[in-house]
């Protein structure tokens, strides 16, 4: 059986690490999650007002629920779970 691909990309704001998690996410046809998408509300202008954390979590959690592969962009130091958060959800080799 193998492993599930589960690949967390960080990277300073604006180094391309969104651009290089789809990629990725698309060569190993897995979902792509954008951290930016569960950190701030949707709203016009962006970037502006940021979700509840435990909102944030529990829809990290649902989006990571869906499949057994998936490509992670983006920090997740202002979720308060960090990298904890993901490797909880990383089995080991």
């Known amino acids: 059986m193998r492993q599930p691909a589960r690949i967390h990309v960080r990277g300073a704001s604006g180094t391309g ?9 698309n060569k190993l046809q897995a979902p792509f999650l954008d951290t930016d998408a569960f950190y701030w509300l949707p709203i016009d202008p962006q970037f502006r007002e940021k979700r ?37 959800r990383t089995p080991s080799p």
Do not use: H, K, Y
């Open 17 to 25: 690490t969104s651009t290089f998690g789809r990629f990725v996410a």
């Open 52 to 88: 509840a954390i435990p909102e944030r979590v529990a829809r990290l959690r649902a989006a990571m629920a869906q499949s057994a592969d998936w490509v992670l962009s983006g920090s997740m130091v202002s979720t308060r779970v960090g990298t904890e958060f993901v490797s909880s």
